[in-house]
Every structure is written in C-alpha cells, then in structure tokens.
C-alpha cells in the first residue's frame, strides 16, 4: 500500500509521528511529507532521520490553503495532529475546537481538493461517551471522518481508535519516573483507575494494518491490554530500586474517568469481530457498501469494551514495559 507513495503526515513531529515515519520509511514510499508547525521539531527530527525522502512543512491544520497545498500530488494522509491533553482543552475548549475539529475538516477538504486516495484520522478511547472536551472534540472528528465519505468516490476516510500509548509525550511513565527520582513520591489520581496501554511500536503496526484493511467509514478499534494504574506505579518503584517512594492519592480531576472504554454500549450494537487484534465499528449512516463488506463477520458479545477488565497483572505489566525499553537493563 505504501510502496512508491507520496505520503503526508499531520502532527508528524510528536512520538506518535516519528515512529510512524520510522516504520514508514521501511516500507519504501516515495516521498513523506511532515507536516507541523513547530520548527525546532522538525529540524531535530530531520537532522535524526537524514532521509531524502523525507519533506518537512512548516504548517497548522487550522488554514486550510496550506493543508490544500501541502496534500498537492499525495496518495495516503495520516492525521495525527490535535491538541491532545485533557487539561489543556479543558482550560481552552475554543483553541481544542478549532485544531481538533475544525482543523479536521481542513483535512477532509484538502484531501478532498486533492484527490488523496486514503485519509487515516488517529482516534482516542476518550472519544467514546466522552465527559471531556478533548473526547468530545475527538468524537467530533471520527464523525466528520465518516460522514466525508458520502463525499466525494475519489477518497476513502477511516478512523483508528486507541488508548494510552506508552512513551509518548507526557506519557504517565515518564511522568512517574520524574516523580520517583525528584519526589521520593508518585501522585495518583484514584487507586482503582485502569487504563488501556500499548506500546508505540505495536500501535502503528496496527495502525498500518487497518489503513490497509480498511474500505472507508470504518472506526477500527485497537484490542488494547489494559493495567491498574496503582499496579504501573508499583512495578516502576520496584524497577527503581528505591525502598523510601510514597504514593500518594490526589483525587480524579475534572473531566477523568475511572475506567476508560474504546467502545460504548451504544456502538456495540454494530460492532463486529475483524480479527485478534481489531474490532470494527460500522457507521449507522446509509453507507451500503461498507455494511455489505462486514456483513458476514460475528457480531461483539461484549457491552462495552472497558479498561476495567481483564487488567494485567504486575509482571505482565512488567514484560510490557521492558517490550517498550522503559525498565533498567538489568531488569530479570
């Protein structure tokens, strides 16, 4: 699929965007195109991978006649540019609204002008029965997505949903490293909160699996291990070696759930079984042929899909850090 493409990538500069690009280059495209606005980034990022391949474009999502100029001659767009901290778009829902749905439809416009064979849009668990406006914002997006199908027959748009991908900027493991080393102590916010975790590499292999997958209008649905957050904390205090760290619990902020889920109650009703590592939501909108493409594929006998079940135990959630690189190597 990748092979001799002109690929671009929206929000290239962030963790998810250099190991995509990493994994991209494998696979011999033609050309890749980041697409960001932060420059020092993007040199850091270019000076890393030294790749001719690679095109870098200073750029927001948020004006549309750059996205359209940017798209000029590309076959395959992956978005993954957002605003993508709760915190943050709590405090400035506008400037969410306007990167994380608006800067969306500049996408699907652009990609629509250009005649861009694929659009991937990089989703969140928050995104299902969201209580925060980064899931609403999110949410927001995965229906644009679908609906840009009805569109135009020239480009096929599908979402791809996931939970908390290890390493990533701002990630929960770095933050309680930092806490252990310069605090003597980690803070959680609930003693019972669960979370879905993924390595990133292990993510975007999934990630190309649905693009390739994938007929247009699809939400794929990473199958996620999910861990107790107090039990994270643990194996990292253990990897430490440090006897004295006190965990302290500080409450659940505003608009953070206890458990997390990748699909609702709601989205069960049309959810199907692709395989071992995918569910796919079908859109209730009349999209005849993507209906007929699963027809035949067994329904979900799950509810929901909820972090909340079947959680990892310490050492399987060790085995997963170590997988991601996160552990001491002198870690057995």
Known sequence: MFEHQTILVTGATGSWGNE????????NPKEIRV???????????????????LQFIIGDIREKE????????????????????VPVCEAQPLEAFKTNVIGTQNVIDAAIVNKVKKVIYISTDKAANPINFYGYTKAMGEK??????????????VSVRGGNVLGTNGSVIHVFKEQIEKNGQIGITHKDMTRFFLTLEDA??????????????????????????????HVLIDD???KEIEIVELGIRPGEKLHE???SEYESETTIVFDEEYFVIIPREKMHEIKERYASYPRVTLKSY???EGRMTKDEIKQLLQKGGFLKLTQK
């Open 35 to 53: 697409f960001s606005r932060n420059e020092a980034s993007q040199v850091a990022m270019q000076r890393r991978f030294n790749d001719p391949r």
């Open 261 to 263: 889920i990748l699909f």
């Open 306 to 308: 909820s972090s909340q």
């Open 66 to 85: 750059s996205l359209i100029k940017a798209c000029t001659g590309v076959e395959i767009l992956f978005h993954l540019a957002a605003l993508k901290h």
């Open 204 to 233: 975007i292999k999934l990630l190309f699996k649905a693009s390739e997958s994938s007929i247009g209008g699809e939400i794929f649905v990473m199958k996620m291990p999910t861990c107790r957050i107090l039990d994270l904390a």
């Open 240 to 242: 430490s070696g440090r």
């Open 144 to 157: 644009l997505i679908i609906h840009a199908n009805n569109e135009t027959p020239d480009t096929k748009f």
């Open 20 to 27: 995509l690009v990493k994994q991209l280059l494998l696979k």
